[in-house]
């Protein structure tokens, strides 16, 4: 029953086995531009992958057959390219198809023997999917590169993950009159298809408003302080729009917060105070930052971003082409309310005599 369920993948987990096998397939990385198009004259020559598995570590060299090599330099396996063509064809047809969070496809099974792979998915903490070494024609090196992937086959993915109350943002609830117990309970009694909004639109009609106290982690608070010391209070201040139901888009949003300068910004000569520390916050997301880990500033997916599209199409998002990249992100995702019982959020509590509420924090690809 274990070998059977470790056998299962999720949508995201048999997406990044398609890209590996897609890229071997084709040899080529192509560039995207900032509304996730090829760019035909820019691409990157794969002349290997580097894979560590549960049964060590190899590479995958192209060349005229895919040759598999060990971490000794012994020569394990030459496969034809077909293969790897025929199988990520396969593969993207039951990602499409298939239904379920997670199953199986037993077809891929033999193959995945024969080419040294016992395990998909990395490590959690890490931003980094898939390690490749490229030719580079700007510079003529063969770099080794860090990318991470996401997937727009079968859904959404997320870009960042909600994380129980490391993600709740505190707010207190400020009242031109009195807030008493009966109206905290019967706040906490809707229970609508959309209760965390209707949650929160209530509190506003009793005259009240949230106002940001601080973020349930220290450590993501200085996660983003590090980013830009605005972060906490301008992410705050989106997550309240959100959840105002004022708009659920990033691009929405910061121009609503642009409007209406809560952090009082200089906006004279139009500068964009909001966009830009926004679009750096998703940057530092998508290419490593995590709530619960010290950021540095250092890129685990250091060679950029990988988008498998609809069609099967696999793109990058290199560091070359880093303002096309942040406005992808920019443009194309949204907030999202992720489980409200998991994550220990939306219910008023008092502490102290005051009310309070969390709000949690997850992104979204549109």
């Given at each position: 029953?274990?070998?059977?369920?470790?056998?299962?993948?999720?949508?995201?987990?048999?997406?990044?086995?398609?890209?590996?096998?897609?890229?071997?397939?084709?040899?080529?990385?192509?560039?995207?531009?900032?509304?996730?198009?090829?760019?035909?004259?820019?691409?990157?020559?794969?002349?290997?992958?580097?894979?560590?598995?549960?049964?060590?570590?190899?590479?995958?060299?192209?060349?005229?057959?895919?040759?598999?090599?060990?971490?000794?330099?012994?020569?394990?396996?030459?496969?034809?390219?077909?293969?790897?063509?025929?199988?990520?064809?396969?593969?993207?047809?039951?990602?499409?198809?298939?239904?379920?969070?997670?199953?199986?496809?037993?077809?891929?099974?033999?193959?995945?023997?024969?080419?040294?792979?016992?395990?998909?998915?990395?490590?959690?903490?890490?931003?980094?999917?898939?390690?490749?070494?490229?030719?580079?024609?700007?510079?003529?090196?063969?770099?080794?590169?860090?990318?991470?992937?996401?997937?727009?086959?079968?859904?959404?993915?997320?870009?960042?993950?909600?994380?129980?109350?490391?993600?709740?943002?505190?707010?207190?609830?400020?009242?031109?009159?009195?807030?008493?117990?009966?109206?905290?309970?019967?706040?906490?009694?809707?229970?609508?298809?959309?209760?965390?909004?209707?949650?929160?639109?209530?509190?506003?009609?009793?005259?009240?408003?949230?106002?940001?106290?601080?973020?349930?982690?220290?450590?993501?608070?200085?996660?983003?302080?590090?980013?830009?010391?605005?972060?906490?209070?301008?992410?705050?201040?989106?997550?309240?729009?959100?959840?105002?139901?004022?708009?659920?888009?990033?691009?929405?949003?910061?121009?609503?917060?642009?409007?209406?300068?809560?952090?009082?910004?200089?906006?004279?000569?139009?500068?964009?105070?909001?966009?830009?520390?926004?679009?750096?916050?998703?940057?530092?997301?998508?290419?490593?930052?995590?709530?619960?880990?010290?950021?540095?500033?250092?890129?685990?997916?250091?060679?950029?971003?990988?988008?498998?599209?609809?069609?099967?199409?696999?793109?990058?998002?290199?560091?070359?082409?880093?303002?096309?990249?942040?406005?992808?992100?920019?443009?194309?995702?949204?907030?999202?309310?992720?489980?409200?019982?998991?994550?220990?959020?939306?219910?008023?509590y008092e502490d102290n005599g005051e009310f309070y509420i969390n709000l949690n924090l997850q992104i979204r690809f549109i």
């Amino acid at each position: 029953m274990k070998d059977k369920k470790e056998k299962k993948k999720n949508r995201g987990e048999w997406s990044e086995l398609y890209v590996f096998f897609k890229l071997l397939a084709d040899k080529k990385l192509y560039a995207a531009d900032a509304n996730l198009n090829k760019i035909e004259d820019i691409y990157y020559p794969v002349l290997k992958i580097l894979r560590k598995d549960f049964i060590g570590d190899f590479e995958y060299h192209t060349n005229s057959v895919i040759k598999i090599i060990d971490s000794n330099g012994n020569l394990l396996e030459e496969i034809p390219i077909k293969e790897f063509k025929d199988k990520s064809l396969l593969l993207l047809n039951k990602i499409k198809t298939l239904k379920g969070r997670a199953f199986e496809i037993p077809e891929l099974e033999s193959f995945l023997k024969k080419i040294k792979i016992t395990k998909v998915k990395g490590k959690s903490s890490e931003k980094r999917d898939i390690t490749i070494v490229v030719h580079d024609m700007f510079t003529g090196f063969n770099p080794k590169l860090g990318f991470s992937i996401k997937s727009r086959i079968g859904g959404d993915s997320t870009l960042f993950n909600s994380n129980k109350n490391k993600t709740n943002f505190i707010y207190k609830i400020k009242c031109k009159g009195s807030f008493s117990d009966k109206d905290k309970n019967e706040i906490n009694a809707i229970n609508t298809k959309r209760k965390l909004k209707d949650r929160v639109k209530k509190i506003y009609e009793k005259s009240c408003k949230l106002e940001f106290v601080e973020i349930g982690s220290p450590q993501f608070s200085n996660n983003l302080m590090i980013i830009d010391s605005s972060l906490p209070l301008i992410v705050a201040e989106m997550l309240k729009l959100y959840y105002l139901a004022k708009a659920t888009t990033i691009y929405d949003i910061t121009k609503i917060l642009t409007d209406n300068n809560p952090l009082n910004f200089d906006l004279t000569e139009s500068q964009p105070f909001y966009e830009y520390k926004i679009k750096n916050f998703l940057t530092d997301t998508a290419l490593g930052m995590t709530p619960e880990t010290p950021w540095k500033g250092i890129y685990d997916a250091n060679g950029g971003y990988i988008v498998a599209k609809e069609n099967g199409e696999v793109l990058c998002y290199h560091i070359y082409n880093h303002n096309a990249f942040q406005e992808y992100l920019f443009k194309n995702t949204k907030f999202d309310s992720p489980s409200s019982s998991k994550h220990e959020y939306g219910s008023i509590y008092e502490d102290n005599g005051e009310f309070y509420i969390n709000l949690n924090l997850q992104i979204r690809f549109i």
